[in-house]
């Protein structure tokens, strides 16, 4: 004001006026005295631009002062000031070290309010899950968007807030997230494993469901990293500083210390570059006064944490629950939980769908002292039962030969294969002549290694009909597809599958070779589309996908546009519709055996 540029007071106040923008929030910093004049005087300038004030939800605060006289009623917030949305805990503002909304009771009474939010929506989805019709895939879409609309809506608070403050919040939205998920998916009380399970990511073996209270240090200290610019842009000289830092004599400076202490207590580090290491470095990251941003560290750091944590978890399993984790991680394998059901190889039925979620998170799924009772339909047992002891995590039931289910579920397979290979532009057959290739065929040998002969006198032939054949036309060879699906936890595959993620598959590509040995058929090539049945896939398998991902995107004149995006894309719906079908097939054999 004109009196105070008078008195020679001017220059003083205006080095207390600032502002700050994100979106369409706006936050104005200015003496006490003027606090009654900042919303005419903002929506005097917003007006020009086309821009309107929400007077309703204009609010004014300050850490020290009293509520100043004149300001309309409502206006004041003694508590705070939501930024965002978020109560900011300690930190560096615009020239005093204070929160910018008031302190620990705001923050929690934020807290509070957003758990009775969260719980209000994990009720409602279990709501939705009991009032619409039976026959739509119910829970299947309930955990989809239980994950983005949910879960993933609280990570962002974490990066704001000091992460002793957080602690009981996030332990409390995972107790309520773990619990809506017990009910969805019908599970047993969860066992410490099957909890440490449940929150690693779908690509490490579990449900997608990380533990907030362990992300905590990582999103705080990740979100400095990745903002370090603006954050020295908008603060005075030496209010985020090194000496600050490492003084520690600030809440802010505390926490970062903290936070990486917690990190480096997990076998997680930074180096002096921000590059999360595995091992102690030399030289630790470090607050520098000229030190740049790390972009995406909060990402690095969560998968560092994820893989350190599997470790640990991987060795306190059983060997068959431990090849069973392996057999459910790798890219594409947990697809199924996170795809949109809208086609009907995608869709789940309910009770297929918790079946599925019971046998991943290694519960029981059928009771002790059962036998099977698939039936055989030919031969000297027709019509006689399997009768082999059921174990009660499923792995007879996804190996059962009697009773068709195993075929069933690689016949969908290679259906679906090829009707998604001959979107690339494949000519494909799949059955009669077409797949028969007589160079691979080999004798039929008796005990003594001598070739065995028919009734009539006949040699005997092991004739190599292969699952599909592919013409990719003059640029690529004929490709011979061979599709085979494992158990790891069989008795047979458990010891190898229990010791590297992979293992198991790699192995039945190594068996195939051999049984096909590619120098008996110049010019062409064998791919052995090889999947556990936890759903993953060997290396083999997704090279051969990707590059006919690509070849499907170019035929599209849209995804062509995108390019690399565009192959992308593709390739994640062809792993989706086949972790869909084999997980529906490894139910049907569940059901099967009952």
Not at 199 to 228: C, D, H, I, V
Request: proline share 8%; with cysteine; hydrophobic share 35%.
């Amino acid at each position: 004001p004109p009196p105070l540029w008078s008195r020679g007071l001017g220059d003083v106040y205006k080095r207390q006026v600032g502002g700050s923008a994100y979106l369409d929030d706006l936050v104005i910093r200015v003496p006490p005295c003027l606090a009654g004049a900042v919303v005419p005087a903002a929506d005097r300038a917003l007006r020009p631009m086309g821009g309107r004030l929400n007077q309703r939800k204009c609010h004014g605060w300050s850490p020290e002062t009293a509520e100043p006289a004149g300001l309309p009623e409502g206006f004041w917030r003694p508590e705070g000031l939501l930024l965002l949305g978020i109560p900011h805990g300690a930190g560096p503002s615009r020239g005093e070290d204070a929160p910018l909304p008031a302190g620990h009771s705001a923050v929690e009474r934020h807290q509070e309010k957003t758990l009775e939010g969260y719980r209000s929506f994990l009720a409602g989805l279990e709501q939705v899950v009991r009032d619409a019709p039976p026959k739509d895939p119910r829970v299947q879409t309930a955990v989809l968007l239980l994950r983005p609309c949910g879960h993933g809506k609280a990570t962002h608070r974490l990066r704001t807030l000091h992460p002793a403050l957080a602690e009981d919040f996030a332990k409390e939205l995972d107790e309520a997230t773990e619990a809506t998920l017990e009910s969805l998916c019908r599970l047993d009380a969860l066992t410490p494993t099957q909890r440490e399970q449940l929150r690693l990511p779908l690509r490490e073996g579990g449900l997608g469901f990380r533990a907030q209270a362990s992300l905590r240090a990582a999103a705080y200290l990740g979100s400095w990293l990745g903002n370090l610019e603006g954050v020295r842009e908008r603060c005075p000289p030496g209010t985020a500083s090194k000496d600050r830092f490492t003084n520690g004599d600030r809440d802010w400076a505390r926490a970062l210390t903290n936070a990486q202490a917690a990190l480096a207590a997990e076998g997680v580090h930074l180096n002096d570059q921000g590059e999360v290491v595995p091992d102690p470095p030399q030289a630790a990251w470090a607050w520098e006064d000229d030190g740049a941003e790390v972009p995406q560290v909060q990402r690095a750091l969560t998968k560092a944490l994820d893989k350190k944590r599997r470790a640990q978890l991987l060795p306190r399993l059983p060997p068959e629950d431990r090849a069973w984790v392996r057999s459910c991680g790798g890219p594409g394998a947990g697809a199924w939980l996170n795809t949109a059901p809208s086609s009907e190889v995608e869709r789940f039925h309910d009770a297929d769908f918790c079946a599925a979620v019971r046998t991943r998170l290694c519960q029981e799924v059928s009771p002790p002292g059962l036998r099977c009772s698939n039936t055989y339909s030919t031969g000297p047992r027709a019509g006689e039962h399997c009768a082999e002891n059921l174990d009660t995590k499923g792995a007879h039931a996804s190996t059962c030969k009697v009773g068709g289910g195993v075929t069933r579920k690689h016949d969908a397979l290679v259906r679906l294969l090829a009707r998604l290979l001959r979107a690339a532009g494949y000519l494909v057959a799949t059955d009669g002549p077409g797949t028969w290739e007589p160079r691979w065929d080999r004798p039929v040998r008796d005990a003594q290694g001598n070739q065995r002969r028919d009734a009539d006198g006949n040699l005997l032939w092991e004739h190599a009909r292969l699952d599909l054949r592919l013409e990719g036309g003059p640029e690529e060879p004929t490709t011979y597809g061979d599709v085979v699906v494992s158990q790891a936890r069989a008795e047979s595959w458990v010891r190898l599958g229990a010791a590297a993620d992979g293992a198991v598959a790699a192995e039945a590509v190594a068996r195939k070779v051999r049984r096909y040995p590619p120098e008996q058929v110049p010019g062409a090539k064998l791919v052995a589309f090889s999947v556990e049945a936890g759903g993953r896939w060997s290396k083999d398998a997704k090279d051969f996908l990707w590059r006919a991902a690509g070849r499907a995107s170019e035929r599209h004149p849209g995804l062509a546009e995108l390019g690399s995006q565009g192959r992308a894309a593709v390739y994640s719906a062809w792993l989706s519709q086949p972790s869909c079908a084999l997980q529906k097939a490894n139910v049907a054999c569940l059901h099967s055996v009952s």
